[in-house]
């Protein structure tokens, strides 16, 4: 049997290794992590390979419509993802590019500056904790969280930017992931409510695609009028229920 992956969380405002009720390592970030900071927290972990879930600043995604064909040959194609994703997210520097198919002509694509992901992966071999994923948060949680979720629902992956204040991603589904939306504008509770989550909720709703529940993770708490709120523990596979 094949070993398990070891979780290392690198988010804006902590670094982490582990997860409950096994964390190995818990420093609060105001920041990229240092060489050093790295490399305690990976060495805190058994030697084997790592699975990286990165603040979705760190690995931004989007989701790209009508992608009707692919250029031959697996280099081709590596250059079309990347020229593409740079395209769609207007970045200034060059981004490795991770796509995956999600339905017929619809393309979900997660990226990170190469320079930070060779220097990382170079760090985490030379540490015998060898990079096997590297992975935005959101995408960790959905993942975790719509598996085995039947029903359309909505992902709030925050991160907190000050008192009372977070970035983050919103993601919906219905049968397969549909919506995703990034904020890296730092936003209080009734901001990400009114200007973010409502307008999604009613374009959904237009679109026949009503979620039936909202599913936070960052925030302890969260108000939310239109949809009953699910707050996710700290180990991002368990749910407190209302």
Same mark, same amino acid.
């Given at each position: 049997?094949? #070993?398990?992956?070891?979780?290392?969380?690198? %988010?804006?405002?902590?670094?982490?290794?582990? =997860? $409950?009720? =096994?964390? !190995?390592?818990?420093?609060?970030?105001?920041?990229?992590?240092? @060489?050093?900071?790295?490399?305690? +927290?990976?060495?805190?972990?058994?030697?084997?390979?790592?699975?990286?879930?990165?603040?979705?600043?760190?690995?931004?995604?989007?989701?790209?419509?009508?992608?009707? %064909?692919?250029? =031959?040959?697996?280099?081709?194609?590596?250059?079309?993802?990347?020229?593409?994703?740079?395209?769609?997210?207007?970045?200034? +520097?060059?981004?490795?590019?991770?796509?995956?198919?999600?339905?017929?002509?619809?393309?979900?694509? *997660?990226?990170?500056? %190469?320079?930070?992901?060779?220097?990382?992966?170079?760090?985490?071999?030379?540490?015998?904790?060898?990079?096997? *994923?590297?992975?935005?948060?959101?995408?960790?949680?959905?993942?975790?969280?719509?598996?085995?979720?039947? +029903?359309?629902?909505?992902?709030?992956?925050? *991160?907190?930017?000050?008192?009372?204040?977070?970035?983050?991603?919103?993601?919906?589904?219905? !049968?397969?992931? #549909?919506?995703? !939306?990034?904020?890296?504008?730092?936003?209080?509770?009734?901001?990400?409510?009114? %200007?973010?989550?409502?307008?999604?909720?009613?374009?959904?709703?237009? =679109? *026949?695609?009503?979620?039936?529940?909202?599913?936070?993770?960052?925030? $302890?708490?969260?108000?939310?009028?239109?949809?009953?709120?699910?707050?996710?523990? @700290?180990? +991002?596979?368990? @749910?407190?229920?209302?």
């Amino acid at each position: 049997m094949s #070993s398990p992956m070891r979780p290392l969380w690198v %988010e804006s405002h902590r670094l982490r290794a582990g =997860e $409950p009720p =096994e964390i !190995r390592w818990d420093r609060p970030l105001s920041g990229l992590p240092t @060489e050093d900071q790295l490399a305690q +927290a990976l060495t805190a972990l058994d030697p084997g390979p790592t699975a990286w879930i990165l603040d979705d600043l760190l690995a931004p995604s989007i989701l790209l419509r009508d992608v009707a %064909e692919l250029p =031959e040959g697996t280099e081709a194609r590596e250059a079309f993802w990347r020229w593409k994703f740079q395209q769609s997210m207007a970045l200034d +520097a060059p981004h490795a590019v991770q796509a995956l198919l999600v339905e017929p002509g619809l393309w979900l694509a *997660s990226g990170i500056r %190469e320079d930070r992901r060779d220097a990382w992966m170079a760090l985490a071999q030379r540490l015998e904790r060898p990079i096997h *994923s590297l992975q935005p948060r959101w995408l960790h949680l959905y993942n975790r969280l719509a598996a085995d979720m039947d +029903a359309p629902g909505l992902l709030l992956s925050l *991160s907190p930017a000050g008192p009372g204040r977070w970035t983050g991603t919103l993601a919906a589904w219905g !049968r397969t992931l #549909s919506l995703l !939306r990034a904020w890296a504008e730092p936003a209080d509770m009734s901001t990400w409510q009114d %200007e973010r989550l409502a307008p999604t909720i009613a374009y959904l709703q237009r =679109e *026949s695609r009503s979620p039936q529940a909202l599913h936070v993770h960052g925030a $302890p708490d969260w108000a939310c009028p239109e949809l009953p709120v699910r707050i996710l523990h @700290e180990d +991002a596979g368990q @749910e407190a229920r209302p």
